[in-house]
């Protein structure tokens, strides 16, 4: 997601812009499992259930391609990446409870809006800011070391990350949402992207992981072994790492030149934070449980999902657009003004 927040779209590569485009669709949908089909009927869980093993990866899948191509360090997109966030933080919570649910307001929670990086609006914004601000380091690190160094680096986070879908507790990085995860990932990307440029037949590789993944769940879920379950299908457990590396080399392989999928892409991060706030995220419960209630049918709601799921995408995506269009000005001059002052501290020093 955070790979985004670049909007130059000269010289990017249109497949891996339309794989940033369909994977944040799956996270989308991935949210509307988690967060609004908990009570579905047992003819539903089925589908729902399959239908988040093949959503889970998304979210590693863009912290590698980030690290993939390897981040290009920018105070200016750090500026920006923080006042997207503080901006959808406040409005949303001012939306919500000014005019949705104006019982719930809190004067504390309206303070902690302004502050989403401090109080983790969005658990993925906090860790992935930390990887962001390492990245230089980390790919100096990565470039000095050769591959049997850095090789042995990835192995050693693998097993480390590898303790918690099998034992169900890991010091570093919990249950997968944390900045040790997501550093592991980019760490493996940065590798991936120095020594193995590409992947033969990744999409057969990916099918095969996606089915073994299912296949572990539904063994252990038949057997009640439903924590193991669910500890198989998070960020850390190295199947769902696979399986993101693997469809990010099936879309490496795909031949499209696109302008229009190249200026949707940056809208994506805006996507991710309009519809994961604390406030957007109850709306949008009470709108799949309402779905949920209507449709009884397994495959017919599974559509629907993906439907609400497109249909959140491209509404979110005019918002972030709109918003683009009014604080490119604010940035451009803040980077100005920070320009001049950093001349300034040049001279006196000199």
Same mark, same amino acid.
């Given at each position: ?12 590569? =249109? ?109 993925? @914004? ?8 390492? =990245? ?25 990350? =590898? ?18 995860? @997501? ?19 990744? @999409? ?77 995220? @109850? ?49 451009? =001059? ?17």
């Amino acid at each position: 997601m955070a790979s985004t927040l670049n909007t130059n779209t000269k010289n990017r590569e =249109s497949n891996i812009e339309l794989l940033r485009i369909v994977l944040m669709i799956m996270i989308i949908i991935h949210h509307l499992i988690v967060h609004g089909c908990q009570n579905s009927s047992p003819s539903k869980s089925t589908l729902l259930v399959s239908l988040n093993i093949f959503t889970i990866i998304a979210v590693n899948c863009f912290v590698f391609i980030s690290g993939y191509y390897g981040i290009k360090f920018k105070v200016k997109t750090l500026l920006s990446f923080i006042l997207q966030a503080t901006f959808y933080s406040v409005a949303t919570y001012i939306i919500y409870h000014g005019f949705i649910a104006k019982e719930a307001y809190s004067t504390p929670d309206f303070i902690h809006s302004f502050f989403p990086v401090t109080y983790a609006q969005w658990w993925f @914004l906090n860790a992935f800011l930390g990887v962001y601000i390492l =990245s230089p380091f980390i790919n100096k690190g990565i470039e000095s070391l050769n591959i049997y160094q850095s090789g042995l680096i990835v192995i050693i986070l693998v097993y480390i990350n =590898s303790s918690y879908p099998i034992m169900g507790y890991n010091f570093y990085s919990g249950s997968g949402h944390s900045f040790f995860t @997501l550093l592991s990932i980019y760490i493996i990307a940065r590798f991936c992207g120095k020594y193995i440029k590409d992947l033969k037949r990744p @999409l057969i590789l990916y099918i095969c992981t996606f089915l073994l993944t299912l296949l572990l769940v539904y063994i252990l879920l038949s057997i009640n072994y439903t924590n193991t379950a669910e500890r198989l299908v998070s960020y850390g457990c190295p199947l769902v790492i696979l399986g993101a590396i693997f469809f990010f080399y099936t879309f490496r392989k795909i031949k499209i030149q696109s302008n229009i999928i190249n200026k949707i892409a940056p809208l994506c991060f805006g996507v991710y934070m309009i519809h994961d706030t604390t406030d957007t995220r @109850l709306l949008i419960k009470g709108v799949v449980e309402q779905v949920n209630n209507v449709i009884a049918n397994p495959l017919l709601f599974g559509l629907a999902l993906i439907g609400m799921a497109m249909l959140i995408f491209i509404l979110c995506a005019c918002i972030e657009k709109v918003r683009q269009i009014i604080f490119k000005p604010i940035l451009d =001059s803040i980077e100005q003004k920070a320009s001049t002052l950093f001349v300034k501290l040049k001279r006196i020093t000199q």
